[in-house]
C-alpha cells in the first residue's frame, strides 16, 4: 500500500508568521549557483519563486541581504515544499526553504524586516 502524498493546501503548517517580501535570493545546490526571488520571508524559511524548484528534502546554502541593511544573511535550508508551473493549487511556482539554524544577527535583521512591514500595513 503506497504512502499518500501530504497536501500542503488545506493546513498552514508555519511555525512562524510569514510576511510578503520580494528579496533577491542567490543560493547553491551542488555545483550550480542560482538567483531568484523570495516573495515570502519568516524567522522558519522562505518561499523562492522559481519555474525550476529542486527536489523535496535537498539542502541548498542561501545567501540574502534585507533591504536598506549591509548585513547579509548567509544560511543552509532544506526543500520542504516545491510547486511546479503547471500546478493549479500553487500560489506560484516555486519551493518552500526551511532556514536549518540562523544566527541572533540574522533573527534581528528579519524581525526588523517584519516590524517594518507590519507598520507599512498598519500606517
Not at 493546501?9 to 520580494?22: I, T
Not at 534585507?66 to 508551473?85: D, L, M, Q, S, Y
Request: glycine share 8%; hydrophobic share 35%; aromatic share 8%.
Amino acid at each position: 500500500m503506497s504512502k499518500p502524498k501530504p497536501d500542503w493546501r488545506g493546513v498552514d503548517r508555519r511555525r512562524h508568521p510569514r510576511f510578503d517580501v520580494e528579496l533577491e535570493i542567490s543560493y547553491q545546490h551542488l555545483d550550480d549557483f542560482l538567483f531568484d526571488y523570495a516573495i515570502n520571508l519568516s524567522r522558519g524559511g522562505m518561499f523562492i519563486r522559481t519555474a525550476r524548484p529542486i527536489e523535496l528534502g535537498t539542502e541548498i546554502k542561501i545567501r540574502f541581504s534585507i533591504p536598506g541593511r549591509k548585513e547579509k544573511i548567509e544560511t543552509t535550508g532544506k526543500v520542504v515544499r516545491a510547486v511546479r508551473a503547471d500546478d493549479p493549487h500553487g500560489p506560484a511556482p516555486g519551493m518552500g526553504i526551511e532556514f536549518k539554524a540562523l544566527g541572533e544577527k540574522d533573527i534581528e535583521l528579519i524581525n526588523a524586516v517584519w516590524a517594518q512591514s507590519r507598520a507599512e500595513k498598519s500606517g
